[in-house]
């Protein structure tokens, strides 16, 4: 009767595990992340693109001013990525965008424009939302656009070379009761 060695059959099983482990990181490479990512930046308005995977993978786009997002607008640049995204990743996918933000525009935007848009969302007076917070912008010399979707709501905020994009998710409160 012969004896089984356990030596090379547990270095056949390592090279073996080995060769399947670089083979699924070359193919999710160059056959997912690569091409997720030039089709990415060819997004108007896209700068550029870094993309982590792990649980859950993130996607994280720098976006350009105003003027370079898809005819100017936030809402219509994060669809274009949402969708580019979730044809190639799935929809468990974190997005993150990131903008060329000041600590002026940014002070601005917590203290002030957010209480607005957070009370809009929470009494659903959507239109004396957006009256307000382009109110107060006119008054602290900001451009602003606020434009909806039935997810989300996108801010757009620029004063001189800085820009601020936010993307708000927001729920639509269904009365009654649930089981």
Same mark, same amino acid.
């Given at each position: 009767?012969? =004896?089984?060695?356990?030596?090379?059959?547990?270095?056949?099983?390592?090279?073996?595990?080995?060769?399947?482990?670089?083979?699924?990181?070359?193919?999710?490479?160059?056959?997912?992340?690569?091409?997720?990512? =030039?089709?990415?930046?060819?997004?108007?308005?896209?700068?550029?693109?870094?993309?982590?995977?792990?649980?859950?993978?993130?996607?994280?786009?720098?976006?350009?001013?105003?003027?370079?997002?898809?005819?100017?607008?936030?809402?219509?640049?994060?669809?274009?990525?949402?969708?580019?995204?979730?044809? =190639?990743?799935?929809?468990?996918?974190?997005?993150?965008?990131?903008?060329?933000?000041?600590?002026?525009?940014?002070?601005?935007?917590?203290?002030?424009?957010?209480?607005?848009?957070?009370?809009?969302?929470?009494?659903?007076?959507?239109?004396?939302?957006?009256?307000?917070?382009?109110?107060?912008?006119?008054?602290?010399?900001?451009?602003? =656009?606020?434009?909806?979707?039935?997810?989300?709501?996108?801010?757009?905020?620029?004063? #001189?070379?800085?820009?601020?994009?936010?993307?708000?998710?927001?729920?639509?409160?269904? #009365?009654?009761?649930?089981?």
């Amino acid at each position: 009767m012969s =004896r089984v060695r356990l030596l090379p059959i547990f270095v056949v099983a390592v090279v073996v595990l080995a060769i399947l482990f670089g083979g699924w990181q070359a193919y999710q490479h160059y056959n997912l992340l690569n091409p997720l990512k =030039r089709s990415l930046q060819s997004v108007a308005g896209v700068q550029t693109v870094d993309i982590s995977t792990g649980s859950p993978d993130i996607v994280q786009v720098q976006l350009g001013p105003f003027q370079k997002l898809k005819n100017g607008d936030l809402q219509e640049t994060y669809h274009d990525i949402s969708n580019e995204i979730e044809n =190639r990743l799935g929809s468990d996918v974190t997005v993150r965008l990131t903008d060329a933000r000041e600590g002026s525009l940014t002070q601005i935007f917590e203290s002030s424009f957010e209480f607005y848009i957070q009370e809009g969302i929470a009494k659903e007076n959507y239109t004396q939302m957006v009256s307000e917070v382009n109110q107060l912008a006119s008054k602290d010399g900001i451009e602003a =656009r606020i434009t909806m979707d039935n997810q989300y709501i996108y801010v757009q905020l620029a004063k #001189g070379d800085h820009y601020l994009y936010r993307v708000i998710p927001y729920t639509i409160h269904q #009365g009654g009761a649930s089981s």
